[in-house]
């Protein structure tokens, strides 16, 4: 056993209690999308979340040789995050490989819990997105009490994002936006319940809000400076903020502990970093969306922002100049 030097703080917190909070949060998400998708997206959940377990408990005992870990809930929270980042009519052997992918190769790979450099849901997503883009950008458009699995009749749209992109700009209802009457990824059609599972990730403590609040700052800021010199073929910021997958990755993947900086000031600066690139690819890029390659590109900055923005010592004086 490895005892890190003194002083030591005990709480109530753990890794299984963190996970759960964070899958608390995500059920006002998960509550609108069964509205809107019904059966498939339930199917589709159960699916990711199933294979992410099997997989993990293999990787544990046969390759690692200990225990299984599925009692902390981290694959269970990596396969509704990965189900959420996915269009609910996607075929079942894609959400059984982009699990494969986020669990085998964004997680344990690298050791397991804590170890992984990357957020293992954005990395099963990136892979599927490259890999399969023609599924994953096919958009079932949302139907109120929508029961059925089978999506082969169901009318599909592209998402607001892809209309941006095409130049294709028009002024949407604010209230489909906020409610959750749009097409997309299962988690990023409603606004009003990621806001519900963000204040309670606060309330908590399970997250603090400097990552949050930075990215979409930014996000805001630079896109409304854009907005503002060319107001032709850009939409307002607000509907960048409130499209897409912005929400959910700033408030349930971005603050990944494991992938994010461990000082609130490299938390501000990872989250600027986050919504300066996920801007830069949604106006410019290839891609109508840009946020969870951003996070992706800015989880690979954390150690070295780690390593440049330290806290203060326990313990030491800061010499203030001139004294």
Known sequence: MIVSPSPHIHNNDSVRR?????????????????????????????????????????????????????????????????????????????????????????????????????????????FLLVSFPAQMTTWPKPSPMHFEIDYTDVETGATYLTQMKEGLVSNPDYADLFIGSIGGSMGEISAIALLIGFIYLICTKTITWHIPVSIVTTVFVFTGIVFLVAPEGHADPLIHIMTGGLLLGSVFMATDYATSPMTHKGQLIYGVGIGIITSVIRLWGAYPEGVSFAILIMNAATPLINHYVKPTRFGETVKKEGK
Request: aromatic fraction near 10%; charge should be positive.
């Open 18 to 126: 963190d996970m759960l909070n964070v899958l608390i949060a995500l059920l006002p998400a998960y509550i609108i999308t069964l509205f809107y998708f019904g059966s498939g997206a339930v199917y589709l959940t159960a699916l990711s979340i199933c294979t992410c377990m099997l997989c993990e408990h293999l990787i544990q005992k046969f390759v690692f040789k200990k225990p299984s870990q599925l009692g902390n809930l981290s694959a269970i929270v990596t396969g509704a995050l990965l189900a959420l980042n996915l269009p609910s009519n996607l075929d079942w052997w894609i959400v059984i490989i982009g699990a494969i992918v986020a669990i085998g190769i964004g997680k344990m790979t690298f050791g397991g819990l804590g170890q992984n450099p990357f957020n293992p849901a954005l990395v099963g997503r990136v």
